[in-house]
Every structure is written in structure tokens, then in C-alpha cells.
């Protein structure tokens, strides 16, 4: 290699290390380099693959669906779509789309004939027996073990796209500098923030889905077919009005012992409305039994501490959840954006209520009914406890 190559490389190196984007010649590369892959992983989220149920080798359904389609999507739908939020690549923001029911909550999970284990409850529209709830917490936690694998093959395969696009950006600045075509670089070591950011979120997505897969699937596989051999501790509860949005996901909240030791206790939670009734379960592993139960005895203790608390598990936890299109639209574009604006903030979990709110009409017959019904000593009583957290302004 001439001193004039060696020279040359050395100066382009010592550049990209200060300035990294010196690899993106013009906007069009920048924009490829950012979201080129974007549109891969969303198809590999529709791509068919293995069926998660245990041992089983067969090739899942193009839509197998966390949320029950019939009986509970559909029945929030208006015109045979819901909205839910996704993050804007282009613009670095959540956003309200309007999706078909068809695709909401779609993803590759199971085979033809394990699709069936659903079948039961969803025929009938109402989950009724502790093997429904096993069942369709199993679904829930399925989901996510895909959405980890998926989203880790995908990080792999960026990595290896990017390591590929700054070998090539390189290579061609090398040439330009040092005047000669037939300059050839086989790799770069050196990482730059792109890579270390790729990087550290796939470690960290490696790490998670292990734990993910061991806490939370393996228990949730025990009970598949026998409820009672389920490793999760649940507390679910079915409340007598329409709770108009669909969830499913992960969330977490923080329990003090007696010891003072906090603990991070990573929960999944599901609100299925099944009309005229609405279902709504949190589980844990077993080990965290009595943390759960803690949580529960306060955030169902009441119909009106129940919706706050799915308000929470909307904007502190998973972003997995569809409206109705009419109850989006009963929110004024202002508060429409707040809200979309606190799911990026990560600063809370769903131990603490969210401090706006969603649900503003539903709220407003709740506590319309609720006050009819106490006497004046009672009413005060009320007012103390609920003035925190019962914000039903329509402002947001």
C-alpha cells in the first residue's frame, strides 16, 4: 500500500471518528442508512414462522390475533377500523393510525390447529374459566416473545447492513482523497454511535428475551392446557360496563417491602371488552404473588380506580392498545397529542395513575352514579380520595 493510501486512510478514519456522518453523502443516504430497514421489520412482522406452542414444528397462520377479533376488537371498531399508536420514523414521534381489524394485534403466533386452543371464548365472546384467562395470557406473552425475536434478527441483520453501507462510504472517500480506484478496504473496526446504539439495543434485547422467555413463557406454557399448572400469579376481574379500548403488553411497577427493598416487578396485562362486560387481568410470576396482589387490591377496588388504572397500563406501560375510533375522536386534538407525547416518557410506570386522562364520559356515569348512591359524610369521603386522579376535563 503506498504512503499516499496509508496517509489517506488514516485522515478519513480520524474524521469519522470525530464526525460520523461524513459516511452520508446526501440526504437520500442519510435517510437510508436511518430507515432503510424500517420497512423489513415490518414485514418480518407479518412473515409466517414457527408456532409458539410448546414442542410444535408447524408453520403459523399469517394473523393470529393477541386480542380476540370477533368479540372484542371488532366490537370497539367503527367502520371496520380502530386507531392505535406507532412510532414515526421520519419524524421521531408517536402518531394515531387508523388500522382494520383484520391487522390489529395481528402477528405470526400459531398454527392452524393450535389457533384452536382460542376458540372456546372466543365463540362465546366472554372469558370465563381460569383456562380461558391461562390461555389468553399465554397468547399475550407469546406476542411478545415474538416481537423480542423479531426485532433481534432485525437489529442483527442493521448491523451487519450498516457495517456494510460505512465500509463502502469509506472505501469511496479513501479513493477520493488518495486518487487511486483500486483501493480496497475489506472491513472497519472502528464503531462510531450508530453502531454502539445498535449494539447496546440488541444486548439489551438479548438480555431481556432471555429473562422474558424464562419468567414469563415457561410459566405461561405450564398452563396451556391446566390452569392450575401455570407458574404466573393473575389477579383479573370483569366489570359490568364497556371499557372502549383493547390492550395487551408488558409494564412494570416498583414494590417497597417491609425491608425497604424495591423491587421491579414486571408485569403482563390484557383489557378485553367482550360487550356488554369488560375483561382486565395483570400477571407476574408466582414469586412476585404477593406484590401483585398488593397492586390489585388497590387499582380494582372500584370500577372508577379500575379505568385510571388502564389509563396507566395505556401511557406508563405497553403501547399495544386500539380505540375506538369514536373515543379518539371525543378527545380534542390537543390532548389527543399529550397524550401520544407521554407514551415516548419513560420516567413512569403503571404503580403510578396517569395524570391525565382517556376515558372522560365513562368517568363522568361512573362518578354520576357513584355519588347518587352515598350520603353527604360518604360524598366527602369520596371527593378526598378520588380529587388526585379523577381529572375529567376534556383537555387533557
Known amino acids: 500500500m503506498s504512503p499516499g493510501v496509508v496517509a489517506a486512510a488514516d485522515q478519513v478514519l480520524a474524521e469519522y471518528l470525530d464526525d460520523p456522518d461524513i459516511i452520508l453523502f446526501d440526504q437520500s443516504a442519510a435517510r437510508k442508512a ?37 368479540s372484542s376488537i371488532a366490537a370497539i371498531a367503527n367502520r371496520g377500523h380502530v386507531v392505535t399508536p406507532a412510532f414515526s420514523h421520519p419524524d421521531g414521534k408517536m402518531v394515531a393510525r387508523l388500522v382494520g381489524t383484520q391487522c390489529a394485534s395481528a402477528f405470526p403466533g400459531f398454527c392452524e390447529t393450535h389457533e384452536g386452543l382460542f376458540f372456546s371464548y372466543e365463540r362465546t365472546g366472554r372469558i370465563m374459566s381460569e383456562l380461558d384467562i391461562s390461555r389468553q395470557l399465554f397468547r399475550s406473552i407469546c406476542r411478545e416473545v415474538v416481537r423480542f425475536e423479531i426485532e433481534g434478527t432485525w437489529l442483527e441483520q442493521t448491523l451487519r447492513d450498516f457495517d456494510e453501507f460505512r465500509r463502502v462510504a469509506i472505501e469511496r472517500l479513501i479513493r477520493q482523497r488518495a486518487g487511486d480506484e483500486s483501493v480496497s478496504v475489506s472491513s472497519v473496526d472502528a464503531k462510531g454511535p450508530r453502531a454502539d446504539l445498535f449494539q ?111 389509563e396507566s397500563w395505556m401511557l406508563h406501560g405497553t403501547d399495544h392498545w386500539f380505540l375506538g375510533p369514536d373515543t379518539w375522536s371525543s378527545i380534542t386534538p390537543t390532548a389527543q397529542q399529550a397524550l401520544l407525547d407521554d407514551i415516548l416518557d419513560d420516567t413512569h410506570n403503571i404503580g403510578a395513575l396517569y395524570n391525565k386522562t382517556v376515558f372522560n364520559a365513562l368517568k363522568r356515569d361512573i362518578l354520576a352514579k357513584i355519588r347518587s348512591s352515598l350520603g353527604p359524610a360518604e360524598l366527602v369521603q369520596l371527593e378526598q380520595t378520588i380529587a388526585p386522579w379523577t381529572d375529567t376535563t376534556d383537555t387533557g
Open 34 to 70: 436511518q430507515f432503510g430497514g424500517v420497512a423489513s421489520l415490518a414485514n418480518a412482522r407479518r412473515t409466517p414462522r414457527t408456532c409458539m406452542y410448546p414442542s410444535c414444528a408447524a408453520t403459523t397462520i399469517r394473523h393470529s390475533h393477541t386480542i380476540p377479533r370477533s
Open 200 to 310: 447496546s439495543r440488541l444486548d439489551e434485547l438479548r438480555e431481556e428475551l432471555a429473562w422474558f422467555r424464562r419468567e414469563f413463557y415457561s410459566a405461561a406454557a405450564a398452563g396451556v392446557d391446566d390452569a392450575e399448572q401455570s407458574g404466573l400469579a393473575v389477579s383479573a376481574i370483569e366489570i359490568d360496563r364497556v371499557v372502549p379500548v383493547c390492550l395487551s403488553g408488558r409494564a412494570n411497577f416498583h414494590f417497597r417491602t417491609a425491608d425497604t427493598v424495591v423491587h421491579n416487578v414486571r408485569v403482563v396485562v390484557t383489557v378485553i371488552p367482550t360487550p356488554p362486560n369488560t375483561f382486565v387481568a395483570i400477571a407476574a410470576p408466582k414469586a412476585y404473588g404477593h406484590m401483585l396482589d398488593a397492586y390489585a387490591a388497590i387499582r380494582f377496588s372500584n370500577p372508577l380506580m379500575i379505568i385510571a388504572a388502564i
